[in-house]
């Protein structure tokens, strides 16, 4: 989750910088955060490697970048970060599993015996070994889905939504009602202003979706620092859950974004 503002120059000192050079890091600077939390997405959520993965979709771009006459260089850039993922989960699934020195207690190999193993015992061993695959990488859920969760998150981040239609799109909503109301009472224009962006969503369990927020407000009694400074690289993304009443945000989504206030009153009950 992102607020609208907190995005950080790139600094080169004294150090003359290039026209295109200049040009490449105001754009960088620019989306690197919205980027950021499609790349982590696209790998499931591992932040690391979702740095990583933009890391190189950025350097790919760089090199084309005198050259290229994509007037939207940020869907340029989304593309490379879809295909090099695709890339990493086909090397990954395709990736030979690791044989344990340990089965059921006794060593598959003696380090210190230079002999030819023993056929019979590596038949014995490789019967108690067990092949697991690596997971399918995550994808977008169908619209109808998508859908029903942009109209969750709207209804838990945007102001002016009915207390009911509140409730209804958030997990224990009633429960966080008046938590809700507490929140608006301290800071109105944060709750009269507050609206929320999905920059992509992936489905990573059966009936839990992830997606990237970008939330946005106008209050200046709340620093926008404040928010930033409470999410940590797994909490760049809110989550919605199937339950039988539907797609809802989950609990922690909307805990997190009230916890980021800094208000130690403010508090999601237990």
Same mark, same amino acid.
């Given at each position: 989750m992102r607020t609208e503002q907190g995005n950080g120059d790139i600094s080169q000192g004294d150090e003359a910088v290039p026209a295109d050079d200049a040009s490449f890091e105001h754009f960088v600077a620019d989306c690197a955060d919205r980027l950021l939390l499609s790349a982590v997405l696209l790998v499931g959520g591992d932040w690391a490697a979702g740095e990583d993965l933009l890391q190189g979709a950025f350097e790919r771009t760089y090199r084309h970048w005198g050259q290229m006459n994509?007037?939207?260089?940020?869907?340029?850039?989304?593309?490379?970060?879809?295909?090099?993922?695709?890339?990493?989960?086909?090397?990954?699934? &395709? =990736? /030979?599993? @690791?044989?344990?020195? +340990? #089965?059921?207690?006794?060593?598959?190999?003696? %380090?210190? *015996?230079?002999?030819?193993?023993?056929?019979?015992?590596? &038949? =014995? /061993?490789? @019967?108690?070994?067990? +092949? #697991?695959?690596?997971?399918?990488?995550?994808? %977008?859920? *169908?619209?109808t889905t998508a859908?029903?969760?942009?109209? &969750?998150?709207?209804?838990?981040?945007?102001?002016? #939504?009915?207390?009911?239609?509140?409730?209804?799109?958030?997990?224990?909503?009633?429960?966080?009602?008046?938590?809700? &109301?507490?929140?608006?009472?301290?800071?109105?224009?944060?709750?009269?202003?507050?609206?929320?962006?999905?920059?992509?969503?992936?489905?990573?369990?059966?009936?839990?979706?992830?997606?990237?927020?970008?939330?946005?407000?106008?209050?200046?009694?709340?620093p926008p620092q404040a928010l930033l400074a409470a999410r940590s690289p797994s909490g760049a993304f809110g989550e919605a859950v199937l339950t039988p009443a539907g797609w809802q945000v989950t609990r922690a989504a909307y805990c997190d974004l009230v916890m980021g206030l800094g208000t130690p009153d403010l508090r999601c009950p237990p």
């Open positions: 994509d007037p939207k260089p940020e869907a340029y850039v989304r593309r490379a970060l879809v295909n090099a993922a695709t890339s990493r989960w086909r090397r990954l699934r &395709a =990736r /030979v599993s @690791e044989v344990p020195l +340990l #089965v059921n207690g006794k060593w598959t190999a003696d %380090p210190a *015996d230079s002999s030819a193993a023993d056929p019979a015992v590596v &038949a =014995r /061993v490789a @019967e108690g070994l067990t +092949l #697991v695959g690596q997971p399918p990488p995550p994808v %977008p859920p *169908d619209e859908e029903a969760i942009r109209a &969750a998150f709207h209804d838990a981040f945007t102001a002016g #939504v009915r207390d009911d239609r509140f409730a209804a799109a958030v997990q224990d909503g009633p429960a966080l009602a008046s938590l809700r &109301a507490k929140v608006a009472a301290r800071y109105p224009r944060f709750a009269a202003t507050l609206s929320v962006q999905i920059d992509q969503m992936l489905v990573v369990a059966p009936g839990t979706v992830s997606a990237g927020l970008w939330v946005s407000f106008t209050d200046p009694t709340v």
